[in-house]
Each structure stands twice: as C-alpha cells, then as structure tokens.
C-alpha cells in the first residue's frame, strides 16, 4: 500500500460522506480562541505551531478520492505557517463585540478536505502586549480530547523554546493512519460479529424518534441552525450529585445521564428514550498522546415504564452503560449500516438528543511570559435536536444546552434548564421517589398552574342560560370568529344562524323543555351547532362517545329512553339498533 494512500477510519468516512453531501459546511469545525496578554514571541508560537503539525501526521492530511473511494492523503513535510493579522492601528478592533464578531467569523469558516490545510491558526494583533490567537480544525483530523494534547504540546514547546531549551515530549510510538489499518483489520469476523449482536440486540425495535414537544413544526429537512444557553449549578448542588453517586456506587456521569433521562421521559411521556453520548474511544496507551478523530458515539437506551424510582432507574442505567463500554470499539457508522433504520431527513438516526460529561476544562494556559486565556465562541450550529453537556469546573458543574432553532425558542430551553436543576435538586434531596414524582416545576411555574390559571371567577348575570349568553355575544360581535378547527371557521352570527336553523327543526320534531335529545358526533363544529340547537330548542344534550362499545351506547339510549339522535353520516354504521329520529 502506497503510504501517501491510506484508508480513512470509519469516523472519518462518515464526516467525509457528509462533507460530500452538503461541502462547505462549518459544521464539523473545531476552533479554539485564546486572548493572549504580555510579551508574545511571535516566532516562537509560529515554530511551536509547526512542530505539532510535524508531529501529528494527522494534521497534515488530505482526503481525496481515488476511483470513487476516498483515501487519506499525508504530506511528508509542511509548509505551514501562522495568519498575521495587523489590528493593531484599526478602530475595528477596539470593540470587544467587535473582535468576538471577528473570531466567529473566522471560525466558521469552512475547509476543502481535499486541498486546504485542515488546521488554521490565526494572530491578531491589537497592540505590542495583547494579542488574539484562533485555532480552527476540521473535525475530521481532530476531537475534544486531541484538543487537550494539542494545548499540552503547545505549551510544552512555547515555553521550552522561549528559554532556548530542548522540548521535552515523547516521541509517537504510532500515527493516526496506524489506528485507522488497525480498526479495519481489528472489526472483522468473530469480534465484529459479537459486537454488531449486542447492539442489535441493545436497539432491537428502539422508537424512531423521540417526541419533544417542540415551539415549531419539524422541517422536513435539518437544516443544524443552532444556539447554546449556559447553567451554572450552585455548588451545593454539584457536591450533592458527587454525594449521591459516590453512595449508590456509580459515576457522576451515569447519576446526570438518568437524571436527563428522567427529564425527558417527564417532558415526552415516553419511557422507551435513547440518548447519544461520546465516547474518548483510546482503548489503547499509544493513542492517548495521538491528535486524530476518535471519539465515538454510544446509544444508550433506558426503560422507563413501570415508574421507577430514581434509585432503581440509575442501576439500569449503570448497567447499561457498562454493558456498551464493554462494546464500544464497534463505530457507530457500522452500526447504523448494520441496523438500517428508518431514515428521514428531518432527524438523525437512532436518537435526536445527545448528552455528555466533560471532565478536562481548560481556562487558563500556562505559557512564559503570558497570561493565556480562553475566550468562549458562539456556535449557531446545532448537531441534533437537543444536546447537553456538562462541565465538570473546581466551582462545579456548567450545563450547556445547545438547541436546534428550528424546532425551540431560547425561553423554552431556559425553561428546561430550570426544570432540569429542580429535577435534581429533588433527586438529592429523595432518590428514592418514583421518576413521575420527582419535583419539576418551579415555585412561580406551580403557583400560575395550581392559582393563577384557576382564577376563572367572573361576574355574570346567573339568571341567563349558556344560550343567552352566547346570543349576547352574538350581538355584541357578530363578525367575530367565534369557533375554529384547522381551516374551518364560523363568526358568531354564522354558528348563531345554524343553531337557530336547527332549533326551529328539533322544535318541530317536538323537542321542548325537559326533552333530552342525544348527539353521536365527531369532536367538530357540528358538535357545537348541536349543543347550542338543542339547548335554544329546549332541551337538554346527552353525549354519547364515539368511542364507546355499542353495548355502552345501548344501555345510554335505553337508560335515558331518547327519541331523537343528532349524528353523523360517516358514523351510522357504529350505532347499535334506534328506534326514534335520526338526524344527520
């Protein structure tokens, strides 16, 4: 095999196939912004820099396509360099909105797999002693965790070479390549085969979607715009969760998992939910210090029904989670292959909602002569409907919700978020409680359902019937829209006339007061011109389900000895036997 050609791992052919379908999309971009105060050398950062593409054969690939097959492309050398950019005299750049505005700008910007170099650093320079460095990567050469060797390397070398010394970093036993030859010779056969069987077994007949209720219909196709809110938790609050794990014996991580699970089993009523969640996927010693795209993706699946109490939810989960670590060299592209399921262009495959622990949080870099520190980016990108992931800080726990807007407004994900942090208040506070009474809401959120919302008293004339009252209506507005359903519309002065039409017939018909007459009919507006034409003829209105069994409605029009049905043409054939009028 030629060296320069080399085979993509899965990961990576599943990014590459997305990056056909919709090429240049900033998508899979991974940036890093560092606001970089004192005495920069800008040589040494340049030189640091191109040390670590050096190293990382990864950063110095390209993907292309050799008879319709993609494969990866190494350079052996690069001619790489750092993006200088002058702010230093611009009045561009004195606004802070200005130069976040500059980092996202840049940031998105997207790569050509084929032909660009797929990691960019940019310095902007505002002035002798303050300077802004970008790093972007495509996703394809790099994850979460490379971006933790690629800092420590940075660092390392920077302040290594500021003091004219030798950097100290250990030779790569192996190359991103190696990995990629090694999982396609590694996933064959038997080992393959085991781990391919208990996903399918794990997935066997799994909900194709997961039903959020959502402020906009779905699109028919994503379209991954997003945004993010962020939620500090208190550190009571972050020490209790670590408390309550540490006693149930379980990870932070499976503890905050099935307290998601339990948030969205209350907000769907579902109690079969799948939920995403990365996985670093370093099995091995010699990946641990690699710059590459590992990380893989795990679907865990939770059985919510029966209403269990958190406690017991949480060894499900521990076991299931357990379970798939045990299983997760099998890519989650394979598995997808393997489980075919139904596909739909308005929602990912296998889940809609992702959630992760974040454990390595940097805030500050350590470099000589220089007090690095991270500058957030906006992301108006979302991967899915609905991703949570939390960061473990000396503080406590961050919460970070990145949502599809498509689909919700900020205020309901801020509402969520809230619920989230009741949610595990009340898990701490009763871990023993059932998953469908554990406390939700908040204090105002229960005093508007429970107070406000029930404050219907108004004063109105008690000696008039429901029909009067609605005929007083009818002359105050009577081109006002008074019943709606989908297309169909009556003002007040329209359904007024139809009721009175009726009325006049039932009247005929001999209905008057103390008459009962029944009403068979689809929830529609011919169910309220009924209730009303009954009501001005008279009478009073028996409702009869549709639903119910024929023996049901038999007992009903014998018990009550009706004379006269009011019903629907399309419903006859679900009435029992009738011996008086039927209208339709």
């Known amino acids: 095999m030629n060296f320069e050609e080399l085979p993509l791992s899965y990961a990576q052919q599943r990014l590459w196939f997305l990056d056909q379908l919709e ?20 040589d040494v950062l340049e030189k640091s820099l191109q040390e670590i593409i050096q190293r990382h054969e990864s950063l110095r690939t390209n993907f292309a396509t050799i008879e319709g097959n993609p494969v990866q492309v190494i350079k052996p050398e690069s001619n790489w360099q750092l993006t200088l950019v002058n702010g230093k005299d611009s009045p561009k750049y004195r606004e802070e909105q200005e130069i976040k505005k500059w980092l996202e700008i840049r940031s998105h910007q997207p790569f050509d797999l084929a032909n660009d170099s797929l990691i ?15 790093i972007c990567l495509h996703h394809i050469v790099s994850d979460g965790w490379s971006m933790g060797v690629f800092i420590e390397e940075l660092t390392t070398l920077y302040n290594a070479y500021t003091k004219g010394l030798e950097p100290l970093l250990q030779e790569l036993p192996i190359q991103y390549a190696d990995f990629a030859i090694w999982q396609r010779e590694y996933l064959q056969g038997e080992i393959r085969q085991n781990q391919l069987n208990y996903w399918q077994k794990q997935l066997a007949a799994a909900p194709a979607l997961l039903h959020l209720p959502t402020d906009y219909p779905r699109p028919l196709q994503q379209s991954f715009q997003g945004d993010r809110i962020k939620c500090i938790l208190s550190p009571e609050l972050s020490q209790g969760l670590n408390k309550l794990s540490r006693e149930k014996g379980v990870t932070l991580f499976m503890t905050l998992l099935t307290a998601f699970q339990t948030l969205l089993y209350r907000y769907t009523g579902q109690t079969d939910i799948l939920v995403g969640t990365p996985i670093a996927n370093r099995t091995r010693s010699e990946l641990a210090g690699l710059i590459g795209f590992f990380v893989n993706t795990l679907v865990l699946r939770t059985d919510l029904a029966g209403n269990p109490s958190f406690s017991e939810l949480l060894k499900q989960v521990r076991e299931t989670a357990t379970d798939a670590y045990d299983h997760q060299d099998l890519p989650f592209e394979m598995l997808v292959e393997a489980i075919q399921p139904e596909r739909n262009m308005s929602y990912t495959p296998l889940f809609q909602v992702m959630f992760g622990l974040d454990t390595q949080v940097l805030n500050q870099i350590d470099l000589e002569g220089i007090k690095a520190t991270i500058q957030p980016l906006e992301s108006k990108t979302a991967k899915f409907d609905l991703s949570l992931s939390i960061q473990v800080k000396e503080a406590g726990l961050t919460a970070h919700w990145e949502y599809n807007t498509d689909l919700f407004e900020k205020s309901t994900i801020e509402r969520l978020s809230g619920h989230f942090v009741n949610l595990l208040t009340g898990i701490i506070a009763n871990p023993e409680q059932t998953v469908s009474q554990l406390p939700l809401l908040t204090e105002s959120e229960r005093n508007q359902l429970l107070f406000d919302w029930n404050q219907t008293e108004i004063d109105y004339k008690n000696d008039l019937c429901l029909h009067q009252l609605f005929e007083q209506q009818v002359k105050q507005n009577p081109q006002a ?15 007024n006339n139809r009721a009175n039409q009726l009325a006049h017939y039932l009247q005929s018909l001999g209905v008057k007061a103390d008459s009962l007459v029944g009403i068979f009919v689809e929830r529609s507006l011919d169910m309220i011109i009924g209730i009303l034409g009954i009501l001005k003829a008279g009478g009073a209105y028996v409702p009869l389900d549709i639903n119910y069994p024929k023996e049901r409605i038999t007992y009903i029009l014998e018990d009550t000895q009706l004379s006269i049905l009011l019903t629907q043409s399309q419903l006859l054939e679900q009435l029992p036997a009738f011996q008086g009028t039927t209208i339709c």
């Open 481 to 495: 829209i008074a019943v709606k359903l989908e297309n169909e519309f009556f003002t007040y002065q329209e359904l």
């Open 120 to 134: 960019r650093a940019t310095l902007l320079k505002l002035s002798d002693t303050e300077h802004f460095l970008l």
């Open 23 to 42: 090429p240049n999309s900033p998508f899979y971009n991974i940036s890093l912004a560092l606001h970089l105060a004192g005495n920069l050398q800008v």
